[in-house]
């Protein structure tokens, strides 16, 4: 009878356990798997659905599970947190409820990043009170027209300065390839990302589109003015600024200030300016989609590179990819304008289409410029250790300071290598360009085809 007692509780005993285990294993799937619909057994260029569910944008959301201390959905809506410790106490930072969904979508769209914060703080957990935010609602904007993109407002983000070499090297994003014969190749990718831009913007103005580019020529920065001019116009007032929002260091701040190095000003201070700049000029233009241009170089070549003369082999890696938001790494929600973003992304519809934007894009790419999409299982630092696959070829979601910031569909593309050995030629003289172009041009039409937004 005692031996009969003792496996009817060891029975109940390992039920018990086998429950708790499996909800520990249900929860760490919802947390970590890829998304329902956005798995490889997907059929060759199948795309996502237009809307997302809080599991599927959770496995987007967060690159380090800690990501999830900083918010939580309840049966009213959504809880954003300041620290893991706030959530263990059920302290909420803010609290959209669901039926305020809607009139925060319009304020992700009008207000500016600062008036976000306001609106923010003085929210808190109590329910939105409607009349604060008349100012906020959309002026209404009629897309009418003949032409296809009538209406239609694109942002086009051509990556880096670009300008002279002086200036693309101390920036870090150039090529010098020794050819054959011993003569050298060299252009830089600002340059031609900024030709790209244009190629592209005159297809989109085509076809009704009004097109506006963060920067509109070499070596002029999203300030419309050079590097050397900022520097001697609006450094001082910067590095003081920087200082008292917390955006430097003490000791960044004293090695600026005295040592004045023009790289390290760019890469302490400047080129986040810079990138500011640029969101806070898409969104002011409250645009439809956002496109952000950029090249590759092979990780691995790169490293490998000849340092004093500031060499490139040609190499015969290449690869394309394309990022959408998400992936926040545990330590980007540490400022409150992180986590307005993060709220932001899990409440409105931008991840989704920015997933729908960036498949199109990518199987554009594929098709036109026949250059394949670079595995998951790639070693590349960025891909393994900052960010998320979708299931989707070539486009991983990352915690990019833009595909954050924009306050619209996003994708931000490197379409190949530049140092490619069949790359590098035709980047240097323009002819790959149009091509890249083109595949970017088809992707947009048939987003906006399929009558997404």
């Not at 993060?342 to 960036?358: E, H, I, P, Q």
């Amino acid at each position: 009878m005692k031996f009969a007692r003792i496996a009817i509780f060891l029975s109940v005993a390992l039920v018990l356990s086998g429950i708790f285990y499996l909800s520990i294993y249900f929860n760490l799937s919802k947390n970590t798997a890829i998304a329902p619909g956005f798995g490889t057994e997907n059929a060759p260029h199948a795309l996502p659905n237009i809307s997302l569910s809080e599991a599927e944008k959770a496995k987007l959301i967060a690159k380090d599970p800690e990501v999830y201390e900083y918010y939580s959905f309840d049966n009213e809506g959504l809880n954003i947190y300041a620290s893991a410790q706030d959530k263990a106490n059920f302290k909420a930072e803010c609290k959209i409820f669901y039926e305020e969904f809607e009139i925060f979508n319009t304020l992700f769209k009008n207000a500016d990043i600062e008036s976000l914060k306001i609106i923010y703080e003085k929210k808190g957990t109590q329910k939105l009170n409607l009349k604060q935010y008349e100012g906020y609602l959309p002026v209404n904007e009629k897309k009418m027209g003949a032409l296809p993109l009538s209406g239609v407002k694109i942002a086009l983000d051509p990556g880096h300065l670009g300008g002279d070499m002086e200036t693309a090297m101390m920036e870090g994003k150039f090529i010098r390839i020794k050819n054959a014969d011993g003569t050298i190749t060299e252009f830089n990718e600002g340059n031609i990302a900024l030709k790209t831009a244009k190629i592209l913007a005159k297809k989109l103005e085509a076809q009704g589109a009004r097109v506006m580019l963060t920067r509109e020529k070499q070596g002029i920065s999203a300030f419309d003015m050079s590097y050397e001019a900022w520097l001697q116009s609006s450094f001082d007032f910067a590095l003081e600024e920087a200082l008292k929002n917390e955006a430097l260091s003490e000791a960044d701040y004293q090695k600026l200030k005295h040592k004045r190095n023009k790289k390290e000003i760019h890469d302490l201070l400047f080129r986040r300016l810079d990138i500011e700049e640029r969101a806070r000029k898409i969104n002011a233009f409250r645009p439809d989609l956002c496109l952000v241009i950029h090249y590759n170089v092979d990780e691995e070549n790169y490293l490998n590179r000849d340092r004093e003369n500031q060499l490139l082999n040609a190499t015969e890696a290449n690869y394309s990819m394309v990022f959408m938001p998400g992936s926040f790494l545990k330590n980007e929600l540490q400022r409150k304008e992180e986590r307005i973003e993060l709220m932001r992304l899990l409440m409105t519809n931008d991840l989704a289409l920015s997933l729908r934007f960036n498949s199109i894009i990518m199987n554009e790419l594929e098709d036109n410029i026949n250059v394949l999409p670079i595995s998951p299982d790639s070693k590349m630092g960025y891909i393994r250790n900052a960010s998320v696959f979708t299931g989707h070829d070539g486009v991983f979601a990352r915690n990019l300071a833009l595909t954050r910031m924009v306050h619209a569909p996003i994708c931000y593309t490197e379409p190949l290598c530049q140092d490619n050995i069949e790359e590098y030629p035709r980047l240097a003289n323009g002819s790959r360009l149009e091509e890249v172009a083109e595949a970017y041009y088809l992707g947009i039409m048939k987003f906006f085809e399929a009558h997404l937004l």
